[in-house]
């Protein structure tokens, strides 16, 4: 179907550690946006990719769409316990988004 | 303040009973939509609408019902057919359907008694 499949579904790290989260998609994707929900919270949209290859970057957070246009991935180098929540990628290039599972990370100070 | 908002936040209900969630926002957005989060499962799509009075289906909208005949309104019933209706309620909006950044509100959490 339409999904996209992120993974991995959870992670726990300690504060400091780096993490990453990857959405793949078996059909090319005409963009990709990524969201994070705090506990008990809405998603908050982050960024939009649309290019291939395309990096963006947003303080510690690293954005990546990759060259065949059919996986992303967000990286948070040394996390902090503000970064805890559940990171969303969602895929558009239609008239709604198809999100997937989401990461739930959380961090260990 | 621009946004949206859901009300309420929590919401009780007995078994069998018809319940209306509200949403409203005040972005001048075209574009609404009506998500149910579920531990585990994601955000999945219910009904969305990309102009008043008209609406579509999402992936799961059996047991629900929408109108929208307001642009800033957009409210979502779970009738008594939806079978385990208990979920984290989000409803959001966009500027245009495709493939616009969309804004969601706090949530309503359902619980059926």
């Known amino acids: 179907g339409q999904q996209v499949m992120q993974i991995p579904q959870y992670q726990h790290v300690q504060e400091g550690e780096d993490f990453t989260t990857y959405c793949n998609s078996s059909?090319?994707?005409?963009?990709i946006q990524w969201y994070k929900q705090r506990p008990g919270g809405h998603p908050v949209f982050l960024i939009q990719?649309?290019?291939?290859?395309e990096v963006k970057k947003q303080k510690r957070l690293t954005f990546q769409f990759g060259e065949a246009k059919k996986n992303s991935s967000l990286h948070i180098t040394a996390t902090q316990t503000t970064d805890v929540g559940t990171y969303f990628c969602a895929k558009g290039g239609s008239e709604k988004l198809v999100f997937g599972k989401g990461t739930k990370l959380t961090v260990n100070p | 303040d621009g946004g949206i908002t859901q009300s309420p936040k929590y919401l009780f209900r007995k078994e069998g009973q018809n319940v209306t969630l509200s949403c409203e926002q005040n972005l001048n957005h075209d574009a609404m939509y009506w998500y149910r989060q579920d531990p585990g499962q994601g955000l999945r799509l219910i009904y969305y609408?990309?102009?008043?009075?008209?609406?579509q289906k999402g992936d799961i909208a059996e047991g629900y019902s929408v109108s929208r005949e307001k642009k800033e309104s957009f409210p979502l019933t779970v009738t008594s057919a939806q079978k385990n209706p208990t979920a984290f309620y989000l409803c959001?909006?966009?500027?245009?359907?495709?493939?616009?950044?969309?804004?969601f509100g706090p949530g309503t959490r359902l619980t059926v008694l």
């Open positions: 609408s990309q102009i008043v009075n008209d609406f």
């Open positions: 959001a909006s966009s500027t245009k359907g495709v493939p616009d950044t969309q804004y």
């Open positions: 059909t090319t994707l005409s963009n």
């Open positions: 990719l649309v290019k291939s290859g």
